[in-house]
């Protein structure tokens, strides 16, 4: 463990294994600093937001946390594991995180349920009949188990994205990220896709959700981050941060997407 | 001024659905709607007409006219000046009638002329379950099996090579799954192929002789020389089809490796391949491969062809199948990877199926062009259809003959030909009902 999570453990700040732990990373595109000097620790069961304007950063930081960008410097882990180039930790931590994307990367060649089973079977091993279980569960859950042996080109936008945080569940992650889950969807598809985030944060998964919805951050967060040029610039609980933001870069952002 | 009566322009209760308008339909509705439907229209149906009818006119007497019976072309002339024809109003087809054979097989010994056809029943019976897809998948396991059948029946010797080329696979299979247990899957892969490439070096002969001492299991050899015709064709075309289509994959994957010695590994390779001509890799096979291998293995010149077209068509196909791997979004990789399946799995159950489907047409569009480059062959002394037929013109019956056999050819190769094409199209409407 490193020096500042050692003394955020013996503060009592934190819980001895955090989810996520994120020291001194800096991640860089080319030449680009793309993130400075991050360093962000989230607990098991806490549910944080992620916001910021466009480029800030926030994908390619919560990209980081299962591997799908590398960095260069600092450390991250998730669960105790380091994640480095070593391709067997990498798959580990990954199947342990699961990932929601904003334009919900469903397999348009297989079936919803196909979709479902993918993962768990060869991943984990699990037999085909227990996969399929599990994944009308799931299914049953974001309210979508009479859409199984549909394609997914053959769903609406918000059921698709809903299938996509299925497909993730089947793998019963310790973590869930979502990384604008809703910006992609027409505004009466937002909805059902928040209500089922919701769902998920009340039954105490962690999370970690690049959002701007409001909502959202106020009923199900339990932290808000902002971010801004590659760095986190403000971090509160959501009412604060929402109703008394401290940094003028946040109030300039909070007044664009509130539209006041 | 006053509105006398308000057009209803909002509808005040919901309309029940109505049947769509019964189409009109019938021939001549058909031929006035798309043969002349305009002036321009007019003026290109008739003239695609008129040429139908002079082809038609030409070729129907010759055809019609045509001598089935005949030893020689000379004899086939006299019979039509019988009927008062003169020589090139009736075609002699007799030629085909009296050398199919030769055509079909070359000099392939006429008592064994059931196995290349029993070749060909299993070759597409093999490859029924890999086409059709509602066929049980426990036929794949014939589909293994069956091209090694191929090669025993159609160059006979001993069962023992194509065994223990079954048993050279199976060996790198299983020196795979041990090493993996330590290596990563890339370098097991990797070890697993050295493996089986030093028994099939060192042990592949020996252990041939041995079980053949042991256990004799052979059937009359036939030599490569006496190959010919279109089963020729069929063999050295089919083999590398199905051979070129696995190889071409990999290529694709390790040009786009991330692993900078197999991607220009990869990328020579294919560059190298595709910038030379056909041809000048057929000579190569035919005078240089023997030097690359190991001193005292004297290979076949049949083998050394499929061999190179093979590696020729792997080349093409690799860049085909990297068209349809750089159109998949980014996406498709992103999520089989935050799932946690590895590259392998990713690339089998994502990656592949997708890219190859995008594929599809120009794959098949490939394998047609690389099936016809096999009348190559005739330039290293090979008999394929058109060698034969150069050589069935070289007899004193023939002498002179020409559109007759090369009709036949031209069928023979149009009907293959227009068999993967059909297939192609089938597979195509089928995947794109399957999904969106
Ligand atoms: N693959 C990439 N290559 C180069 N630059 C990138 C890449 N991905 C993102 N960037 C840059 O990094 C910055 C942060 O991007 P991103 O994390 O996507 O922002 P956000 O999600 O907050 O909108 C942007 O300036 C973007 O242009
Ligand atoms: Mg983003």
Not at chain 2, 187 to 200: E, K, Q, R, W
Not at chain 2, 249 to 275: H, M, N, T, Y
Not at chain 2, 422 to 431: A, D, G, V
Request: some cysteine.
């Amino acid at each position: 463990m490193t020096d500042v999570s050692q003394v955020l453990v013996a503060s009592g700040a934190i819980d001895p294994q955090p989810s996520v732990e994120i020291v001194g990373m800096n991640k860089w595109y080319g030449n680009y600093h793309a993130l400075k000097d991050i360093d962000l620790v989230v607990a098991e069961g806490e549910r944080l937001v992620v916001c910021g304007p466009s480029g800030s950063g926030k994908s390619t930081m919560i990209r980081c946390i299962n591997g799908l960008e590398d960095y260069q410097e600092g450390s991250i882990h998730v669960d105790g594991t380091l994640l480095s180039s070593d391709v067997k930790d990498i798959d580990k931590v990954r199947s342990d995180v699961g990932m929601v994307f904003q334009h919900f990367n469903l397999f348009p060649h297989l079936s919803i349920l196909e979709n479902c089973v993918l993962a768990p079977t060869w991943v984990r091993k699990m037999p085909q009949k227990e996969a399929k279980d599990i994944a009308m569960h799931f299914l049953e859950r974001v309210k979508i188990p009479d859409q199984a042996h549909k394609y997914p080109g053959q769903l609406s936008g918000g059921q698709q994205q809903r299938v996509a945080i299925a497909r993730s569940l089947c793998m019963q992650p310790r973590i869930m990220l979502f990384d604008e889950p809703t910006s992609a969807l027409d505004p009466e598809m937002i909805k059902e896709v928040l209500d089922t985030m919701i769902t998920l944060a009340e039954d105490g998964m962690t999370m970690i959700c690049v959002t701007h919805e409001m909502g959202f951050a106020r009923q199900a967060a339990d932290r808000v981050i902002f971010m801004d040029a590659g760095q986190i610039i403000e971090e509160n609980a959501p009412d604060q941060f929402f109703d008394d933001p401290q940094s003028p870069r946040t109030k300039m952002f909070l007044n664009q997407i509130l539209g006041h | 001024m006053t509105v006398p009566n308000k057009p209803a322009f909002v509808r005040t209760e919901i309309l029940p659905a109505k049947a769509p308008p019964v189409r009109a339909t019938g021939i001549t509705l058909w031929v006035r709607k798309n043969l002349l439907s305009s002036w321009l229209n007019v003026i290109l149906t008739s003239l695609v007409l008129y040429a139908l009818i002079r082809i038609t006119y030409g070729l129907w007497p010759w055809l019609a006219n045509g001598v089935w019976e005949a030893d020689s072309l000379a004899h086939c002339r006299e019979i039509l000046a019988a009927s008062g024809l003169g020589p090139t109003d009736g075609a002699c087809f007799a030629v085909i009638n009296d050398r199919w054979h030769q055509l079909l097989f070359g000099f392939y010994p006429s008592e064994l002329y059931w196995r290349p056809i029993l070749a060909m029943i299993l070759f597409l019976g093999g490859l029924a379950p890999i086409l059709f897809f509602s066929l049980p998948r426990s036929l794949l396991t014939f589909s293994c099996l069956a091209p090694f059948a191929c090669f025993w029946l159609l160059w006979g010797g001993s069962a023992w090579v194509p065994l223990a080329a079954i048993g050279g696979l199976v060996i790198a299979g299983l020196a795979i799954r041990v090493l993996s247990k330590w290596l990563s899957s890339t370098l097991a892969v990797c070890g697993g192929i050295a493996i089986g490439l030093i028994f099939y070096l060192i042990g592949f002969s020996s252990f041939v002789s041995f079980a053949e001492g042991i256990f004799p299991l052979s059937i009359q050899q036939v030599a490569s020389r006496e190959f010919g015709g279109f089963m020729l064709a069929a063999t050295i075309g089919l083999s590398a089809i199905v051979l070129s289509l696995p190889l071409g994959i990999l290529l694709a994957l390790a040009r786009q490796s991330d692993l900078p010695l197999i991607k220009w590994c990869a990328i020579v390779f294919i560059e190298v391949v595709r910038g030379v001509p056909l041809i000048v890799w057929l000579f190569t096979a035919q005078l240089l491969l023997n030097y690359f291998l190991p001193p005292g293995t004297s290979f076949d010149l049949t083998l050394r062809v499929i061999i190179m077209v093979t590696l020729f068509a792997a080349a093409y196909i690799a860049e085909v199948i990297r068209g349809g791997l750089a159109a998949l979004p980014k996406g498709q990789y992103e999520g089989a990877d935050s799932l946690g399946l590895s590259y392998w799995q990713a690339t089998r159950m994502i990656i592949l199926p997708q890219a190859l489907k995008i594929s599809i047409p120009a794959i098949v569009n490939e394998f047609i062009g690389l099936f016809k480059d096999t009348t190559l062959v005739v330039f290293i002394g090979l008999l394929d259809p058109i060698g034969v037929a150069r050589a069935i013109q070289a007899t004193p019956e023939w002498n002179g003959i020409y559109w007759e056999l090369f009709t036949f050819i031209g069928l023979l190769f149009f009907v293959v030909c227009y068999a993967m094409a059909r297939y192609s199209l089938h597979l195509e409407n089928k995947l794109r009902r399957g999904h969106n």
